[in-house]
């Protein structure tokens, strides 16, 4: 028997929230706080088990607004910290997680989409938090959020999050949806050796002379931790290299926001990831993520067989957006089309881009993502 | 040549973040300085040591402490804490914030984490009102004062932070007024030198606005009420703990122990990695 400690490396049937939780355990996540909520619960389920067994902390919060509070304190002491939850919840969490932009707190954020506005369809599908995830918090900010499209990825792209969190400071996201969330599939977690693991940037001088807020080159502060001895201050208030506020100056709110929003946008050929599928010679490009992205790839194999030179260019980064190879499709292909499940968000990227090549969207809300068929008669339309 | 002295204090405070933004005749001062003889008196390894404020004129406490200091967002002072003290459960982490800030937006991390049992100390500086934002209405307004959104006195009746505390479950409350210096600081020893949720309310003029609404204009006016009113009642029934321009109830009201929640988890995580042993 595999002791309590060890990964689960090796092959599984597994269900995508379950996933997500061992995938945080591989990438050294040591601390969740969470409220439950369909369709994220069984991640904090799964994690009150396994936290412990990894000398981890699982807490169930009063709500999301302090989980995400109690995320922000667990990683200044020094761990890796999550959070998971559904629209409702990320609604309550925005507040923290602009401050934890602020203060550049490393830390993840999933977030398994269902129905909205408000309580929607707790148990069904959606991908309606696209845009809030990118702009939900007040003020300026950028950040990372990925879309999973398979159980697989829903271990992948969470150990991916807590590498890009923990490399750039920042809140990053995992938008999950209920489908990809709840469905099972084969899973299959390496060996503890052959996981990239990134842990934060570590001061590298002498105490007195740390500045928590001063960047290296690549803009990102290397981070002390609580309890070190640094006796160092950090607020939400806009503040200075030595974290002390600055709330009349225009100068230090000019660097710092620019300086948070350009650690993400100067990085984001770094951070940015695509999977491409037959793009080279297309004319129609399809531009989809999440579980949408399974039945457009579908879809484009179908308009192949019927001699239609379609490709898919599936998100796997949502955020940072992957403008210059959108605007390159755009200038390659005669129309892109973008199926997503709300009423069209991602689609306000890929038109922002397209300039005048035509960008056809389909909507699909509810219960199933769209058909393979329902795209392949768009492809046809615009081909 | 003049000799250049430092106060024997100074290294508890971050000197380049002076001056202050308070008032003359504020009562934060004074909690500030009770914690920080209460730190020096016991000695206290600033290394170990985390301050955490919320939004609000006291909030800014942490940022003038020079140890390891965050300042959250409005009312999440305590939940914040309570990631840190989970995490590293060696840190002592305080948190000193206000009346709006720890009992209106920040109500509900309150209550549950003095129902859990978290081992982090809470210093609330009561001024009756929201300073920050230029006087109004909180909940601990008493009833019938004048604030600048209750222009025809106060018709919500208030918190009884005390009865509040004891009830959600804190293992040590205490209350005093600005003018108990001393018995403030030896209060705030004690409640570092406890394991689990403590929690003291220091009543504290806020002359600036408070006070200039309700007939006492200046720091002292205000403490010649606290002086007047003051009745030490320790142990006495915290439900019955009032305040009134008549009577202000102080003392401590709770001192007892239980296993803190972070002592119950570690030792869940003993036990479990124990028996995976065997
Ligand atoms: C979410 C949010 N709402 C409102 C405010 C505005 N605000 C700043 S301080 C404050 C009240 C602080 O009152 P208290 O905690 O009693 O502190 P005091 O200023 O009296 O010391 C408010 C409402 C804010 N910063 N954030
Ligand atoms: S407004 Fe009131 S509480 Fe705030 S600093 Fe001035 S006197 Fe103190
Ligand atoms: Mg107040």
Known sequence: MPSK????????????DVACAEGAIAAGCRFFAGYPITPATEIAEHLSQRMPEFGGIYIQMEDEIASMAAVLGASYAGLKAMTATSGPGFSLMQENIGLAVM?????VIVDIMRGGPSTGQPTLPGQQDVMQARWGSHGDYATVALAPSSVQEMFDLTLEAFNL??????????????????????????PPDKLRIVNRKRPNVPREEYMPFKPDEDLVPPMACFGEGYHFHATGLTHDERGYPQTSSSEAQQKLVTRLCNKIRKNEDKIIRVEETMLD????????????????????????????????????TLWPFPEKRVAQLAEQTKAIVVPEMNCGQMVLEVERKAKETPVAFLSKLGEEPHTPLEILEEIRRNS | MVEQVT?????????????????PGCGNGIVLNCFVHALDELKTDLDKLVVVSGIGCIG??????????????????????????????ELEVVIVSGDGDLFAIG???????????????????NNF??????????????LESLTTTSPYGNIEHPFNLVHLAAAAGAIYVARWTTLHVRRLTQSMKKMMQKEGFCFIEVISPCPEIFGRYNKMRTGLEMMEWFKKASVVESFSDPAKAEITKEKIVVGEFVDTQKLSYEKLFHEKIAQINERSIQ
């Open chain 2, 107 to 125: 109500g509900n991390h309150f209550i549950h984490a003095a129902r859990r049992n978290i081992g982090v100390k809470v210093i609330c500086a």
């Open chain 2, 60 to 89: 800014r406490t942490a940022g003038y402490t020079n140890t390891d200091s965050f300042h959250t967002t409005h009312g999440r002072a305590i939940a914040f804490a309570t990631g840190v003290k989970l995490a590293s459960p």
């Open chain 2, 129 to 142: 009102n929201y300073g920050m934002t230029g006087g109004q209405l909180g909940p601990t307004t008493p």
């Open chain 1, 5 to 16: 400690r060890s990964l689960l490396t090796g092959a599984h049937f597994m269900n995508g």
């Open chain 1, 281 to 316: 010679d297309a004319d129609v490009a399809v531009v989809a993520y999440g579980i949408v992205a399974r039945s457009a790839l579908s879809a484009v194999r179908k308009a192949r067989e019927k001699g239609i030179k379609a490709g898919l260019l599936r998100l796997i």
């Open chain 1, 165 to 190: 969190a923990e490399t750039y400071r920042v809140p990053a996201m995992l938008l999950g949806d209920e489908i990809v969330a709840h469905m099972y599939e084969k899973l299959v977690i390496p």
């Open chain 1, 103 to 107: 203060t550049e707190t490393p830390c």
């Open chain 2, 7 to 23: 106060h024997p204090l100074s290294k508890y405070l971050r000197a380049d973040m002076m001056p202050h933004i308070w008032c």
